[in-house]
């Protein structure tokens, strides 16, 4: 089984270079290593002899490209070399590595980024603390103006390796080498879109201590969750696929819960019923077959169809309604201690009363489905959780609140567990940005809880499947279509 793909932070990507140094491979000797993949890379970019520049800082990251500028020349490349700064202030491990390039150094705001075939783009690595300013500003902004392909040494300069923000200005890249693992900012937007194609180059720190170090952040794909999808057997009845929930809207507001029960029933739930409003049963009905339909009188409603034990998931939220009476459905459901998905109506209706939420969720498995609008209002009034710039830490900082699997939607859908674990999503397609996507992708997730996967892998699951199904058919998309394919993306997951 192929292992989940690690993201390290740059703190935790420093603490495993320090550990792998210490285990007794040289900073130097790392270096030298980082710099050959480096040069490996561009030579997949450019034609025998072509002319390159590469653009230095006076950090690590400049090391590399010293180290790859020379083996370049050797290898019979036109290269010439600009630095930020000067050499004589280059210390330690940067100095050493400085000794491989003999040939000229010259400013790297200088450089003849239009009248060559690649740039290299060693300038400032994942210790960037700062925006890019003055010297530095004015390389980054000629280089992206002349047009040349990129290659960005560990990330794109100007890029926040922690939140993917850019810091003033930054490289756009044609194409990255990182080192061990990619970074937050290889998938978190803006810096994934800067990013260009990611390449991860081994250099020789070990596994151990990548999860060691780091062990809770992965890039969202089926190495993940796949383990762990159902396979039902021979001998495999719908009772034992569980039976999802979902609450709809009144009369005029009941396609978001049956794009949701379809979405559950394409995803294997075994059965499932759309609880409605008495004045929307024959809305409900005219449009049901193989989805069940059950009369619900607001929580009171809820709370009878929930004595009965075989509904173990339950969606809330989408056009139910965004009132007393949607929180009040919510409590009953938290108490019922089900599986749930809330979105929607059902995270609005708490706006200012984020404290009613405090972990209410610990006791029951809870995906918490957010786009950063619905996020926004749900925690007014709490700075600690809306400040971190990382949408990555606000998801963690959320998930520990509440005691649920947080799902902060977007382009860079990031999935975070109470208990620490983090999946960033990186199949998004713009064709999902269509009226009910978000409510087949509550489906998609109940429908898994329904039969026994657990919340977090059951949301990880349903956003890669949800993109997927997208991707797969493209312009043109409606929610409606989503639930169809998703039979074609589970035929190639279950091989």
Avoid at 106 to 122: Q, Y
Avoid at 446 to 470: D, R, S, T, Y
Wanted: some cysteine.
């Amino acid at each position: 089984m192929t292992a989940p793909e690690l993201i390290l932070t740059p703190s935790e990507m420093k603490q495993a270079d320090r550990e792998t140094v210490e285990s007794g491979i040289s900073g130097i000797e790392l270096m030298r290593r980082a710099g050959h993949a480096v040069a490996d890379h561009a030579e997949k970019l450019v034609s025998p002899g072509a002319r390159i520049v590469v653009a230095a800082g006076p950090g690590q990251n400049g090391s590399d490209g010293f180290i790859a500028a020379a083996l370049l020349v050797g290898r019979g490349y036109q290269v010439r070399l600009g630095l930020l700064g000067s050499s004589d202030r280059l210390t330690g491990d940067a100095a050493e590595a400085a000794k491989d390039w003999t040939g000229e150094i010259g400013r790297a705001e200088d450089l003849p980024f239009h009248e060559t075939d690649l740039v290299i783009d060693a300038l400032f690595g994942t210790g960037l603390a700062r925006d890019l300013e003055g010297a530095v500003r004015l390389t980054v902004e000629r280089m992206n103006a002349s047009g040349r392909p990129i290659l960005a040494v560990d990330l794109p300069s100007g890029i926040d390796g922690d939140t993917g923000e850019v810091r003033g200005v930054a490289v756009k890249a044609t194409r990255t080498v990182t080192f061990a693992t990619r970074k937050p900012c290889h998938l978190l937007m803006p810096g994934r879109a800067y990013s260009g194609p990611v390449e991860v180059a081994d250099i020789g720190i070990g596994r151990k201590i990548l999860e060691a170090k780091g062990g809770t952040l992965f890039a969202n794909n089926p190495a993940l969750w796949n383990h762990v999808l159902p396979r039902p057997g021979l001998s495999s009845h719908k009772y034992e696929r569980g039976h999802t929930l979902v609450a709809s809207g009144g009369a005029t507001r009941t396609g978001a819960a049956r794009l949701a029960a379809r979405a559950a029933l394409r995803i294997g739930s075994g059965l499932v019923t759309v609880a409605s409003p008495p004045e929307a049963l024959g809305v409900n009905a005219a449009h049901l077959t193989a989805v069940m339909l059950r009369g619900c009188d607001g929580p009171e409603g809820l709370n009878t169809i929930l004595q009965d034990p075989r509904f173990n998931a339950l969606v809330l939220g989408p056009a139910l309604g965004i009132h007393a009476g949607t929180r009040a459905m919510v409590a009953v459901a938290v108490h019922a201690r089900r599986s749930l998905v809330l979105d929607a109506d059902a995270l609005t209706s708490f706006e200012g009363l984020a404290t009613e939420l405090h972990g209410a969720f610990r006791h029951a498995p809870t995906v918490l489905t957010p786009h950063d609008g619905e996020f926004n209002r749900l925690f007014k009034g709490h700075p600690d959780l809306l400040d971190p710039a990382s949408k990555l830490e606000r998801a963690r900082r959320a998930a520990v609140y509440t005691g649920a699997v947080l799902l902060l939607k977007g382009p860079d859908t990031v999935i975070a567990a109470p208990d620490g674990r983090t999946a960033i999503n990186e199949n998004g397609t713009p064709y999902l940005a269509t009226a009910g996507s978000g409510d087949t992708l509550c489906g998609l997730i109940a429908g898994l809880m329904a039969q026994g996967v657990p919340a977090f892998e059951a949301a990880c699951a349903g956003v890669w499947i949800h993109a997927q199904a997208g991707a797969s058919f493209g312009p043109g998309l409606i929610a409606e279509d989503l639930a169809e394919l998703v039979p074609g993306v589970l035929r190639e997951l279950l091989k």
